[in-house]
């Protein structure tokens, strides 16, 4: 890429001229992201917070330098950099959290997203992307509910929170509305409520780590109250260890008390695309709201929700004018109005990435993919539970595998954990379940075989090894160094 001349604005992304100004720009980050990520040399780096800290302000500050270093030294540099430090969820020992791998096209179609950049919150920012996000939230909503809509969210979080407000504003509403969770939901639900001042959630038993009906039917006649009054949410795909509620018989229990339903789908969602799968998700469809998060089961960059409505109706109470960008003639005269199809104002083309991975794969090819991680977790719990050393929760409802050391301590899962991240060599998480911790491994990754998954079980064997040395190691120095009473004396 020749140097323009002194004074020269840098080259823009957009326009016709923005592809030949990435390209070079591009080879240079391609070429950074994989340096960084053969000096990582595994899933996260080695050394801890502190280590990755010092390496970080090392290539980094001046972070404003008085001279730039010119682009092709700052990608190289930081790119590398972060690359380097990154947990990456491509490594198949990285596998704590629901934090999928991208897939390779939608990573690209999000580039595309990146220059052109659309806003959308009117139409004469993004024409095509106005129509396209029309197209895809219609498409994905039918998954669901035959007629209904969906709006694009920044996950699950996000839907959560336009579920409450949905359900404070619906016509059907009736006072304040009392939110009713299981203990296995997901925190944003309980924070919605505090953003929206809403009364505090009627908290649920689920003692077997799903929301428990008879629980429920129980507060909801304890509580009493109007049709309206009340909001169910439950959860399909937990948190913790991937969990199903019981969907069917909570939706029996919403319609018996006039009760309005919000299912948490961010990460069962992704079942709907299997054949095999989505009848674990039998009455999704009698929700009146469903949040759904295709950085997930999706395998989109982030961020990649939405939230699907029944009753399209349901979304008027979010219009809200601005004459700069929904003036009321250019509605009248055919100007799609997007200020109503969000809380956001500026908001990225997030659609872009979906489309094309819905298009390039297909029903099938997805649903080939979630087939794909939930056999590799059935498989991978059958193996846990075979191996002496370990001790399995349950049979994975999704891709979430809950298994702990036999015979281990909490105290010693937490330090196994903690003892792999430092050390770099594998990303677990942890979840606390019938009294008990236990290590977490989420797979989403379609390229992980079973070689890998036994690799990780090696490395937390030894790792819980080294662990019970060193606490051998400890309790023989500690009693050497107890002082023995001397023959014929009474020890004080």
């Known amino acids: 890429m020749s140097t323009p001349p002194p004074g020269t604005p840098p080259p823009l992304a957009g326009g016709a001229r923005g592809p030949d100004a990435l390209r070079p720009l591009l080879a240079a980050a391609l070429d950074a992201l994989g340096t960084g990520a053969a000096a990582r040399r595994g899933p996260l780096p080695a050394g801890g917070p502190e280590t990755v800290a010092a390496r970080v302000r090392a290539a980094a500050e001046p972070i404003l330098p008085e001279r730039g270093t010119g682009p092709d030294a700052a990608l190289r540099t930081l790119v590398h950099t972060l690359a380097e430090g990154a947990a990456d969820p491509a490594d198949p020992l990285c596998a704590a959290h629901l934090h999928c791998p991208p897939l390779a096209v939608a990573a690209a179609a999000d580039l595309a997203a990146c220059a052109l950049n659309p806003s959308m919150d009117s139409w004469d920012q993004a024409p095509a992307a106005t129509a396209l996000e029309a197209l895809v939230t219609r498409a994905l909503a039918a998954e669901i509910h035959r007629g209904g809509d969906a709006l694009v ?24 509305v009392r939110l009713l969770v299981g203990e296995n939901a997901h925190h944003s639900l309980a924070r919605a409520a505090w953003l929206l001042g809403l009364p505090d959630p009627v908290v649920v038993p689920a003692p077997a780590g799903t929301l428990d009906p008879a629980a429920l039917d129980e507060a909801l006649t304890e509580l009493g109250g109007p049709a309206g009054t009340f909001l169910v949410a439950a959860t399909a795909g937990t948190t913790d260890a991937g969990l199903i509620d019981p969907l069917e018989e909570i939706a029996d229990l919403c319609a018996r008390h006039g009760a309005r339903l919000h299912i948490d789908a961010a990460y069962g969602g992704g079942l709907l695309f299997s054949d095999t799968r989505r009848k674990r998700l039998r009455g999704l469809e009698r929700a009146d709201t469903v949040a759904l998060d295709l950085h997930k089961l999706g395998w989109q960059p982030a961020a990649a929700g939405l939230i699907a409505v029944r009753d399209p109706r349901d979304l008027h109470p979010l219009a809200h004018r601005a004459d700069y960008l929904n003036a009321g003639d250019d509605t009248e005269a055919g100007m799609p109005d997007l200020l109503g199809r969000s809380l956001r104002t500026t908001r990225r083309p997030d659609v872009l990435k979906i489309a094309v991975t819905l298009k390039a794969l297909g029903r099938t090819g997805l649903g080939a993919l979630v087939d794909q991680v939930c056999d590799q977790a059935q498989e991978f719990a059958e193996t846990i539970d075979a191996h002496p050393a370990f001790e399995l929760y349950d049979t994975p409802a999704i891709s979430t595998v809950l298994f702990r050391p036999a015979d281990a301590t909490d105290d010693r899962v937490a330090h196994i954990r903690r003892s792999l991240l430092t050390e770099g060599t594998a990303v677990l998480g942890r979840a606390d379940l019938d009294g ?17 998954l036994a690799a990780l079980l090696k490395l937390v064997e030894e790792c819980d090894a080294a662990a019970t040395a060193a606490t051998a190691d400890d309790a023989a120095t500690a009693a050497r160094a107890t002082p023995h009473p001397v023959e014929g004396t009474t020890p004080r």
Do not use: I, M
């Open 153 to 176: 969210t920044t996950g699950g979080t996000e839907a959560n929170q336009l579920a409450l407000l949905l359900a404070r504003e619906s016509p059907a509403s009736h006072g304040p």
């Open 436 to 452: 008990r911790r236990w290590l977490k491994a989420t797979l989403l990754n379609p390229h992980t075989r079973p070689g890998d």
